[in-house]
């Protein structure tokens, strides 16, 4: 019986030290720590990505890993997750970071030891080559996946609308498309050109699906630039055949569908940059108020009612519509003269999208109001324009409107009230007093100064009250918010983001980097202020999951654009190989992106 009391011990005695070595803060399984780095692959071409595992074993919960520089490779984490083990008595522990690895450019490199810092002990990997080369293809035949873009005009005018498209053609299923299609704010303005196609081709005899989206640009300088590669990042699903001879339960099911799985393969296709020329418009034939309209033109000019009486009002409405920069039109004056008083209202623009092209129709309103009556007249409204189809310069009228003003049928009357006829009063004739009031009437200053002197002694002795209650609050509230900044790292993160950027920010502006290490580090501040505003640990997230983070913490919709679209401004100038930086207007502009992710 003695001996079973002392087994009953012995076992809850275990079962209590299990449990704490389960959930007890130590963090180290045993002496045997290992770090260790692999790859999926350490050979492949410019469009694939490496997976880079991690591993480190022998303790639980460890410290974040640092990475070596990857300057050659975007970064990219894509979770991590841990196991535990128990072999023979003994716990084993092991967590393992993943990441994407995207090659930036061909070459022959080496991924550098990844380190981990434990309670002072140094731990690190051994180093991998990576061995990145181009495409083995001389064609696009019969290639899975591959992309083009094109433009429409390859030497435009300026203001010339160019279609830039770009399309994808693949022969399997495609999923997570992501796509970056960046072009120089210094040289061109963008109008979306709606949704994307997706269709069916035969080339070649072999059958693609192809996406397709386009983009109007609108040159606004003279002289060579260059649209930078367009980059397609996307996940390829392939189905393989599964082996029968290893799944005993295949055999059980006729449909082909259970004899096969998926595998997804993740690829990013860089295209090549389109250089252009852009022209001058011919001084020849150029009319002397020109409004840099270039396209195919048409006005119109109507009018709300054509009678109306003298002083009434009425509505007149220009309409100018076309395929190109239609929202550049102007329309400021009508140069109507002194016969009626024009109040112009804002102007409203609708694009329309006519083929592959963006048009639209801008609509200008005028209420008018005639000084005179009898017939009058509103002359046509001229518009110059160029078209780039004919090389020539081109005028438009809009018709003119004839106006009958009838006088007006009623007449305003003034309406005068004259006072009464006051009862004349006698020359000799004396004030007498009727009542008086019950209260005391004050006819004397110094009655006055006494109730200013009784209202200043109130506010002193209530400001005399007030003021200890509002030291008290102000240093409680001071006291309050060392402690928080003190204890709580999440609330001092938050505090000190915007400050932090901006003094980073003062610093980048005064730099003297080379165009593509300013925007890594102007990317790198925007992301370390969101990682501190929303408490997240490291920096290497996309634009994409800043959209996500973001779209978790209820940030509004246009903000979160904004950054987004920062972002990704950032990555298509940070990996073009071609640059036209703008470092003060990327600075301003960030600057005022930070302002209002803080209101």
């Known amino acids: 019986m003695q001996n079973h009391s002392q087994k009953k011990i012995e076992y809850w005695l275990a079962i209590q030290v299990f449990i704490i070595i389960i959930f007890s803060p130590i963090n180290a399984f045993s002496s045997n720590i290992q770090l260790s780095t692999s790859v999926d692959k350490n050979k492949l071409t410019i469009e694939d990505s490496i997976e880079l595992s991690v591993i480190i074993s022998g303790v639980r919960n460890p410290p974040s890993p640092n990475l070596p520089q990857l300057s050659n490779f975007i970064v990219r984490p894509t979770g991590s997750h841990s196991s535990t083990q128990i072999i023979n008595s003994q716990i084993l522990a092991s967590v393992t970071h993943k990441y994407l690895l995207i090659p930036k450019k061909e070459g022959e490199f080496k991924i550098g030891p990844v380190v981990m810092n434990l309670s002072g002990s140094i731990y690190q990997s051994l180093p991998i080559s990576i061995s990145i080369k181009k495409p083995n293809i001389n064609s696009n035949t019969n290639r899975t996946v591959y992309t083009e873009t094109s433009v429409s005009k390859a030497t435009p005018y300026m203001y010339e609308q160019i279609v830039y498209t770009f399309k994808l053609f693949r022969k399997t299923k495609a999923i997570n498309l992501n796509l970056s299609m ?3 704010e210094f040289f061109f303005r963008k109008e979306d050109l709606g949704k994307s196609k997706r269709y069916s081709k035969i ?3 072999i059958a693609y699906d192809v996406d397709e989206i386009s983009i109007a640009l609108f040159p606004t300088k003279i002289g060579k630039s260059i649209i930078p590669p367009s980059i397609m990042e996307l996940d390829l699903v392939n189905r393989t055949q599964r082996n029968l001879r290893r799944d005993p339960f295949a055999r059980f099911f006729n449909d082909p ?4 799985t998926t595998q997804s393969k993740h690829k990013i296709l860089s295209t090549k940059p389109i250089k252009l020329k852009t022209k001058p418009l011919p001084t020849k034939g150029k009319p002397k108020h020109f409004q840099n309209l270039v396209g195919q033109f048409a006005i119109t000019a109507s009018i709300g009612k054509e009678n109306l009486d003298a002083g009434d009002t009425t509505t007149l409405t220009i309409t100018v519509s076309g395929i190109g920069n239609v929202m550049d039109v102007r329309i400021t004056s009508l140069n109507l003269g002194d016969q009626f008083k024009v109040y112009p209202d804002q102007p409203l ?3 329309t999208i006519h083929g592959n092209q963006v048009g639209g129709e801008k609509v200008f309103k005028f209420a008018i109001v005639p000084f005179s009556t009898g017939r009058q007249l509103i002359p046509s409204i001229s518009l110059d324009y160029f078209d780039p189809d004919t090389n020539k310069y081109n005028a438009i009228s809009s018709n003119s409107i004839n106006l009958s003003i009838k006088p007006s049928v009623n007449t305003e009357k003034l309406n005068l009230i004259q006072p009464k006829t006051a009862l004349h009063q006698k020359n000799n004739s004396t004030v007498s007093i009727l009542a008086r009031d019950i209260l005391p009437i004050h006819t004397r200053l ?3 100064e006494s109730d200013t002197l009784v209202k200043n002694q109130q506010i002193i002795y209530i400001f005399g009250v007030l003021l200890p209650v509002l030291i008290y609050l102000i240093a409680a509230g001071y006291i309050r918010y060392n402690h928080q900044m003190n204890e709580d790292i999440s609330y001092s993160r938050r505090q000190v983001a915007h400050r932090k950027a901006m003094q980073k920010l003062d ?11 300013f925007v890594r580090e102007l990317s ?9 505003k929303l408490n997240l640990q490291g920096t290497a997230f996309t634009a994409k999951e800043v959209e996500e983070k973001l779209n978790k913490n209820t940030f509004a919709r246009d903000k979160i654009s904004s950054v987004k679209n920062l972002l990704e401004k950032c990555e298509s100038l940070q990996y073009s190989p071609f640059v036209t930086l703008n470092e003060n207007s990327l600075i301003e502009e960030t600057t005022k992106l930070l302002v209002k992710l803080e209101k």
């Open 524 to 532: 790198q501040i925007v992301r370390e202020y969101i990682g501190d």
């Open 446 to 448: 110094e009655d006055f």
């Open 182 to 184: 960046p072009y120089d």
């Open 507 to 517: 610093q980048l502006s005064t730099s003297t980097l080379r165009s593509k290490d």
């Open 257 to 260: 569908f259970f004899d096969r």
């Open 349 to 351: 623009f609708k694009k």
């Open 203 to 205: 080339i070649n005899g």
